[in-house]
């Protein structure tokens, strides 16, 4: 039980281009997401967590507008990377938790590479 | 000063070997403890769920929990080389709320 799913695994896209990637949980509802990054051999960073049906709430130094982040459903949440730059290159892992989960379920991650 | 402090390592061993992985923290409202696994290019996946002091064993690995000292620590018997990975800790003061996560422990079991 408690799997998290992303898509895609991987993408390289264009400088400028807007991404997005997809986080689900397969077999719980996940009341709330988080969406961290990570940089090679860095810990993980959170960006934002979200709580389906309300809007994310960000951390500091995160811009919310080119990380546009909507969990429409209590199985689906969404980060949008909009106008990406090299800059933008990273690991993006979500995760996601329900009450009376033990711990957060994490994705296997999206490599972004922005050329 | 960080929420939590943790050994990036490299930490290298023999298999079959005893790791011992470490994390202290600054914040006493701390309560809930988790060790995760991460695999190169993997998400992090659960190890050990703990919640408050004490000890928790399950097969060759064992959590402690220590919060007068505010430390905690995860026991790798017998070693394996599959054992090789980033190790992270993480915690948080209410159930389901932000996680603190460590920097990670890169481990290599050596055959």
């Known amino acids: 039980g408690a799997v998290v799913s992303q898509h895609p695994s991987r993408v390289i896209c264009k400088s400028g281009t807007s991404v997005k990637i997809e986080c689900r949980s397969l077999?719980?509802?996940?009341?709330?997401m988080f969406w961290y990054r990570q940089f090679p051999k860095q810990s993980l960073m959170l960006m934002a967590t979200?709580?389906?049906?309300?809007?994310?709430?960000?951390e500091q130094g995160v811009e919310k507008d080119k990380f546009l982040i909507n969990h429409a459903s209590l199985t689906l949440s969404t980060l949008t990377v909009t106008s990406a730059h090299p800059e933008d290159s990273s690991f993006y892992i979500c995760?996601?938790?329900?009450?009376?989960?033990?711990?957060?379920?994490f994705g296997p991650g999206t490599r972004l590479t922005v050329l | 000063q960080k929420e939590v402090e943790q050994d990036p390592g490299p930490l290298s061993v023999p298999e079959g070997a005893i790791v011992s992985l470490n994390c202290t923290y600054s914040?006493?409202?701390?309560?809930?403890f988790m060790w995760y696994r991460q695999y190169s290019r993997k998400g992090p996946e659960l190890l050990m769920y703990?919640?408050?002091?004490g000890n928790k064993e399950d097969g060759r690995f064992t959590a402690q929990v220590d919060k007068s000292s505010k430390y905690i620590s995860l026991f790798i018997r017998d070693s394996q080389p599959s054992d090789s990975a980033t190790y992270l800790c993480?915690?948080?003061?209410?159930?389901?709320?932000?996680?603190?996560f460590g920097t990670g422990t890169s481990l290599t079991v050596i055959p």
């Open positions: 077999d719980f509802q996940a009341t709330t």
């Open positions: 995760s996601a938790t329900t009450s009376g989960a033990r711990g957060q379920f």
């Open positions: 993480a915690m948080s003061a209410y159930h389901g709320n932000q996680f603190y």
């Open positions: 979200s709580n389906e049906g309300s809007k994310a709430t960000y």
């Open positions: 703990t919640y408050s002091s």
């Open positions: 914040n006493s409202a701390f309560q809930y």
